[in-house]
């Protein structure tokens, strides 16, 4: 039986980020610290807080009523409009925050305001009544851990999958749901403004073309016409049972130059050499294959050189998750600035020759090729299948019977241009 891919229906759950490095929902930071620093209203902070329009006329903000100059938040522009446009087309909203204080982000929340978005008619929108933001989310997740956590919460009590799920955001940090989880991450354009119209339909665009990649598990491998073999990869015992079953790279401690990714060889001879920190009695290589073939041949590619400018990640030290992230959305930047090529996208590059090499059959100084396939394509459109144990058994035919591919040739023939 074919793989399928569903129908792209409407995400799920869409979370928006209040603030972390400058704004998504609403701009500056709304700090514990500074509200009621200039004297308190009340026994409570959240007293402070009063509703005001801004001098622009339009930009509603909630600030303190002791320092309404220095202390204050302004909600973006189109949040109304953003929200409106989701809750009309069924999609369930929530509040995705690292802010230390959920009380004054609560009391916010609730003095900023927006026509009812369930009033069917635009002509006569004034005639609708005023409810408040804090009232279209459903879940108002808002501590400081990181944000794995909040969809994890989430995933739970909607039933969604991780895939089915959006969040805007402003610190390329949080892109973690994305790389672990599954969850589209799109980073507001420009936080001094926050989420805008644009970014909106852009972060829409990204979750739809990462569900246009989404194919079901194959049935029967050796009778489905559009799976097809790109590479192979070498593991250990328990990854290797991960990517037969369609799942995406475990976490690790280290990422290679490109990013957590799955790495995968055009030769299968450049992976006899084993695995890094680990005994060569666990040690497994498998072929690679997609679940569609046309979907594979439509997804966006990019040769890139092994050294230049594109951002790598450093190897050497022990990235932070946040900054591995951080890495990560500036090389998504960067290819989409010099390239022209947007995600999802499959990186290709060369690697040179390391002295681990030396026990194998690879020529001295010799480069070879890979291709480096993101978390959120892996589990979207790829499995793997064993064929050689760590003992040297051929579980499905010696190495030699399967097809040595070259990455500098395009996969419908063509030639492309390595470095």
């Not at 005001?52 to 909630?62: E, L, M, N, P, W």
Request: hydrophobic share 35%.
């Amino acid at each position: 039986m074919a793989a399928k891919s569903p129908p792209v229906i409407p995400t799920q759950v869409v979370g928006i980020d209040l603030e972390t490095k400058s704004g998504t929902f609403w701009t500056n930071w709304l700090n514990k610290d500074y509200v009621g620093s200039k004297g308190l209203v009340t026994h409570e902070k959240r007293d402070n807080l009063e509703h005001h329009i801004a001098s622009d006329g339009r930009t509603q903000q909630v600030r303190d009523k002791m320092n309404p100059s220095r202390m204050f938040v302004n909600m973006s522009y189109h949040m109304p409009k953003i929200i409106k446009d989701l809750k009309r087309n069924g999609v369930e909203l929530a509040i995705v925050s690292r802010n230390t204080s959920k009380d004054l982000t609560d009391r916010a929340l609730y003095y900023f305001n927006m026509a009812d978005p369930s009033y069917f008619a635009p002509l006569n929108e004034q005639h609708a009544s005023t409810i408040t933001m804090i009232s279209q989310f459903r879940y108002n997740e808002v501590y400081d851990q990181s944000k794995q956590v909040h969809f994890t919460k989430i995933k739970g009590w909607s039933r969604a999958s991780y895939d089915q799920m959006l969040l805007f955001d402003d610190d390329p940090a949080n892109m973690d749901v994305e790389l672990w989880q599954g969850v589209t991450f799109f980073k507001v354009s420009d936080p001094t403004k926050g989420l805008s119209y644009h970014d909106y339909l852009q972060g829409l665009e990204l979750w739809r073309r990462n569900s246009r990649i989404r194919y079901s598990f194959p049935m029967m491998l050796n009778r489905d016409p559009n799976v097809g073999i790109v590479g192979y990869v070498g593991t250990d015992e328990a990854t290797k049972d991960l990517y037969a079953a369609g799942k995406r790279r475990p976490k690790s401690d280290r990422p290679s130059r490109w990013g957590y990714a799955m790495y995968v060889g055009d030769d299968p001879d450049t992976l006899l050499w084993g695995r890094e920190g680990h005994a060569k009695t666990n040690h497994w290589i498998s072929a690679v294959y997609v679940r569609n073939w046309n979907a594979w041949l439509d997804l966006p590619k990019v040769w890139v050189p092994e050294l230049g400018s594109v951002a790598q990640t450093p190897t050497d030290t022990l990235p932070t998750e946040d900054n591995a992230a951080k890495i990560q959305q500036a090389r998504d930047e960067y290819i989409t600035e010099k390239y022209g090529v947007q995600k999802p996208y499959v990186l290709f590059s060369r690697h040179h020759y390391m002295s681990i090499l030396d026990d194998t059959r690879i020529p001295h100084d010799w480069r070879f090729n890979e291709m480096v396939v993101y978390p959120q394509i892996q589990d979207a459109l790829f499995f793997c299948v064993p064929i050689r144990s760590h003992a040297g058994d051929f579980l499905r035919g010696p190495t030699r019977a399967h097809p040595h591919f070259e990455y500098n040739r395009k996969f419908d023939g063509s030639e492309c241009k390595p470095e």
